[in-house]
């Protein structure tokens, strides 16, 4: 276990690497920083003197190894636009899009694990269907269109709920949340719900094909033999088993809904980092760009890690064996 | 007074390539305390009729006629609800599989606990503790700790007995066991079929011991039937059907156990092969492999007849006294 | 040496010789026309839906039962087939050019959905943008740019990754598994995100976009086709096909990429339907496609300040072309894989 956990920490910590190096040089393609730092009428001296500053004049592998040096060091470097250090701005809006992503997850399970059960125990029924052409609808329907759909219809015509923006937030460990104020929670909704619909129907799907698999299983017959009643099952011998599965495929998509808030914190002006990679996309501030993939990667290598981990406790078969087969 | 007496059972299956009569007209009866040894080759139609007792026939199968009276109540006629209360509570069942019938992601204390819980309202602490007693009469050491365990941490004779206690604890009237034995080691089998053998004798429990092996019947059955294409076309008392069978097939299901002929004997086989059930030969099923078969057999099915008491054949030519065989 | 030496047991499952040529005119008259000035010429069009619908009828020979299981189905490839129609044709079909400055009247602006213009000639069934242009023939065109713009990117990549899995597979060894990694590296992250930094990169543009969404799918394909070689390579008919003698190339083009059709087949379906929602969603975020061409993605971003004051037909229509194209495709790709695919079927 323990050997298989090291070999899992060096892979990733080659993948950190390797994303540091695609990173660095396919940012330097972008744009020219010079245009955004300095005024247009500057002076052949002062570009001179800015470049200089930034280290721009060096050859490109020196400028590669003063910024995976100062990576290391957890610098990133300064954001044009805000004049911050790129981290300390990606960490103040962390926050906000993890929770959006941990709620979207959330409703994901909610709302894909009983429709995908039920799907599964009537599959050949017009229910079961019914819900299969469902989850193919959810799966086409873009996030952004989902979003303005929720607002049209929750925040416009009905007003139930607020449409864009963050609300209150609560302070836990200085960290500001929303998910834990109600008015925040409000504005969460209809965010996390956009978030959630495609993976949703994700797992709807993977809860239907594993529910069929279980409902043909012996275990499964020798339950009803014991008398056990069929919501029970259903809910905790079915569930039981197909929960390994959807644990880890959502785990590995908790790093996919980070990157698709990009899409919905920009419908909903939701202050998290996908609307800050946005602005900077935009506005060419390179190293927010930079800071934000960096980030995002290692909160990949972090879930895979997690997710490897938490496999293990929930199958007792891989947990006394000592590693995945 | 019987515990179950089946009659006229028909289990169809309905597949893409026609109808297969996988039960097609079973009756028999048995008695408080009784073993029922129910044999037969795979496919004759025997686990399905255990099944069809619990109604735990999967699709495409259906009950499809006849009557399944549990002292005197129709369990064909039960609701679904009412036939739930039945299962596990009355009418326990054991699987043939002991690797596959127990859920490998939940414990053993759940799997025992729920057994107990969905038919009467105990509290978690009393169903344990059944859990526990049924565990240790089964012979599984240190029960207590044991229920903390997961499946795979059993071996398949230790997953048996399992699955044996969790038949027993709730006290059944009637046990339906599906080759329990079969997928186990040799020198398992005899030590598990002891253990249920003292069970039954302890408890009188009756019990539907469903098997392939006339051995294992020998030594644990009162009476047997013996199934051939989805109908019993022997029964009566073990020894009986042991020493002087009436059936061609059941002659010739004990011609092929090794030990009962002499040695350097070539074992006997019957010959041809298991009837395709989809398509059953018209007349009686055996006769394309029987050896007294005439053109009688081929044309009608026969009917039951009752030569001797308490012996059931559904033969147009039994063998009825030590002629021919030798 | 002929294809009647193998042995009747070993036969491939896709064996229409139609196939090929009709994959290659679809493609080849595809791109042909995406590159083209404007979409080319009308004949051009008919004969490229034409090819179309024969590859599609070819496909579905013998098992059109199959695949048309119920009203689903029908409603679905009936949807398909009339969106493709009018992205195909939409310049003879739609009311307006949208394009076409001389056609606008600034006057006519955001006006509500079957609001007519001043002398009453020309009737806006689904409304007006806030330049006076015609919803209707901006979504035509729109599902235009849409449409090919992911179909011209799922051809390239899917040749790109046909070529580099069918390469692994049978190199095998040191340069399978460096592919493979690049392959495994380049799929663990988000297409969204890879894409959203390439059009970073590369600036706002329709050539663009598709070369993004080209390097953001081609690892899909590597993989699946590796897969799908490797298991195939083991099979009876491959053997025979090497016992008999034939050279690597017929081996590969005769037997091994017939078997990667159906597979790829599926997948393509789904991924053009991706494709088109990727698209869509980074035109929206205002890197993709330009204004001047703008997809059904940027329609929706343009009408989007609106629809909060209630003047909700500039996005939502739009909105429903995307949804009905991509569910469409979507559906039939459902039925594609039940279909073609007689292993995961139950």
């Known amino acids: 276990m323990l050997v298989y956990l090291l070999r899992r920490i060096a892979q990733s910590i080659f993948v950190a690497l390797a994303m540091m190096v695609i990173v660095f040089f396919g940012i330097y393609m972008i744009g020219n920083p010079i245009d955004i730092l300095i005024s247009p009428d500057a002076t052949p001296r002062e570009i001179e003197e800015t470049m200089a500053r930034f280290g721009f004049d060096q050859p490109i592998y020196i400028q590669f190894f003063t910024f995976v040096g100062n990576a290391l060091q957890g610098d990133l470097g300064r954001s044009f636009v805000h004049g911050e250090s790129a981290v300390t701005l990606i960490l103040h809006y962390m926050p906000a899009t993890l929770e959006l992503a941990a709620l979207g997850l959330i409703f994901s399970v909610l709302i894909g694990v009983p429709l995908g059960v039920y799907a599964g125990y009537k599959a050949d029924k017009w229910q079961g269907r019914a819900i299969m052409t469902g989850s193919i609808f959810g799966f086409s329907l873009p996030n952004f269109w989902v979003g303005m759909l929720l607002i049209l219809i929750f925040a416009v015509e009905l007003r139930w709920l607020p449409s864009t923006g963050r609300g209150d937030t609560v302070d836990v460990f200085g960290i500001r949340l929303s998910i834990f104020s109600e008015n925040g929670l409000q504005y969460m909704i209809l965010p996390a719900l956009t978030l959630a619909l495609y993976k949703a129907s994700l797992v709807t799907r993977l809860a239907r094909a594993g529910t069929q698999e279980a409902l043909v299983q012996d275990y499964v017959k020798f339950a009803r033999a014991k008398g056990v009643s069929e919501t029970r099952i259903l809910f905790v011998h079915v569930l039981k088993n197909i929960m390994i599965p959807i644990v880890t495929v959502l785990g590995l998509e908790l790093g996919s809904m980070i990157a698709f808030a990009v899409v919905t914190e920009t419908v909903f002006a939701w202050p998290g980092m996908g609307k800050l990679l946005i602005d900077s996309i935009l506005t060419l501030d390179r190293p927010v760009i930079v800071a934000y993939l960096m980030m995002t990667v290692l909160i990949f290598i972090v879930i895979n890690l997690v997710v490897d981990i938490f496999y293990t406790l929930l199958d007792p078969r891989v947990r006394v064996t000592g590693g995945t087969s | ?326 | ?346």
């Open chain 2, 1 to 326: 007074m019987s515990v179950l007496e089946v009659r006229n059972l028909q289990t169809h299956f309905f597949t893409d390539a026609g109808v297969v009569k996988a039960v097609d007209g079973v009756d028999f009866t048995l008695d408080e305390g009784e073993v029922l040894g129910l044999v037969g080759e795979s496919g004759s139609g025997k686990s399905v009729t255990g099944f069809s007792i619990l109604r735990l026939v999967d699709a495409p199968g259906r009950v499809v006629g006849g009557q399944i009276l549990f002292r005197g109540q129709d369990l064909a006629q039960l609701s679904e609800p009412e036939m739930r209360r039945m299962r596990g509570n009355r009418i326990a069942m054991i699987f043939q599989d002991p690797m596959m019938t127990l859920n490998p992601v939940l414990r053993i204390d759940t799997q025992m606990i729920e057994a107990v819980r969905a038919h009467e309202r105990v509290s978690a602490k009393a169903a344990r503790d059944r859990a526990i007693s049924a565990l240790a009469k089964v012979g599984i050491p240190s029960p207590a700790e044991r229920l903390e365990a997961y499946p795979h941490q059993f071996s398949g004779g230790m997953r048996q007995r399992v699955a044996i206690a969790i038949s027993l604890l709730n006290g059944p009237d009637l046990i339906v066991a599906d080759e329990p034995t079969t997928a186990l080691d040799v020198t398992i089998q005899s030590q598990i079929l002891a253990e249920v053998q003292g069970l039954a004798k302890e408890t009188g429990t009756s019990m539907i011991w469903i098997t392939h092996d006339l051995a294992v019947v020998a030594g644990l059955a009162d009476r047997v039937a013996v199934m051939y294409a989805g109908r019993i076309v022997e029964t009566g008392a073990t020894d009986q059907v042991l020493t002087q069978p009436g059936h061609p097939y059941s002659i010739g299901l004990l011609g092929s156990i090794p030990g009962h002929g002499h040695r350097g004997q070539r074992l006997a086989q019957i010959p041809g092969m298991a009837p395709n059930m989809a398509r059953l030969p018209e007349g009686c099923a055996f006769a394309p492999r029987c050896f007294r078969a005439q053109d009688q057999c081929r044309q009608n099915a026969p009917q039951i007849t009752e030569p001797a008491p308490g012996q059931h054949l559904r033969c147009h030519f039994p063998v009825l006294e030590r002629e021919a065989l030798s």
């Open chain 3, 1 to 346: 040496m002929t294809e009647t030496s193998i042995p009747q047991t070993a036969q491939h499952p896709v064996r229409d010789r139609m196939l090929w040529p009709a994959i290659g005119v679809v493609c080849l008259a595809t791109i042909a026309l995406a590159l083209g000035p404007d979409w080319a010429s009308l004949p051009a069009r008919i004969v490229l839906f034409l090819a179309g619908v024969a590859l599609a009828a070819q496909l579905l020979k013998g098992r059109s039962r199959q695949f048309f299981n119920g009203p689903m189905a029908y409603a679905a490839t009936g949807s398909l087939v009339l969106l493709v129609i009018l992205a195909l044709f939409a310049n003879e079909i739609s009311p307006q050019n949208p394009y076409d400055l001389r056609q606008l009247d600034i006057m006519d602006g955001r006006l509500p959905p079957g609001a007519t213009n001043f002398d009453g000639s020309f009737t806006y069934h689904l409304g007006t943008d806030e330049q006076g242009r015609d919803i209707l023939s901006g979504i035509l065109y729109g599902l235009r740019v849409s449409l090919s713009v992911a179909i011209v990117a799922t051809l390239i990549a899917m040749a790109i990754g046909v070529v580099v899995g069918i390469y692994a597979a049978w190199a095998g060894g040191r340069i399978e598994s460096i592919l493979m990694r690049l392959v495994d590296l380049q799929l663990s992250f988000p297409s969204i995100l890879v894409a959203l930094m390439l059009m970073a990169a590369f600036g706002r543009g329709l050539d663009k976009v598709v070369i993004a969404l080209i390097i953001v799918q081609w690892a899909y394909y590597a993989r699946t086709v590796r897969g799908t070689a490797l298991s195939e390579t083991r099979k009876e008919y491959i053997d025979a096909a090497r016992g008999l003698g034939l050279p690597v190339r017929k081996i590969i083009f005769r037997h091994l990429l017939p078997n990667c059709i159906p597979p790829l087949l599926v997948i393509s379906t789904v991924q053009i339907a991706n494709t088109i929602v990727l698209e869509s969603s980074l035109s929206f975020l205002g890197v993709g496609v330009p204004v001047t061409q703008p997809s059904l993605g940027l329609l929706i971003a343009n009408g989007y300040d609106y629809m909060l004051s209630g003047q909700y037909w500039m996005s939502m229509y739009p909105g429903v072309a995307l949804l009905a194209i991509v569910a469409s495709i979507n559906l039939v790709g459902d039925r594609l894989r039940d279909t073609l695919n007689p292993r995961l079927r139950k």
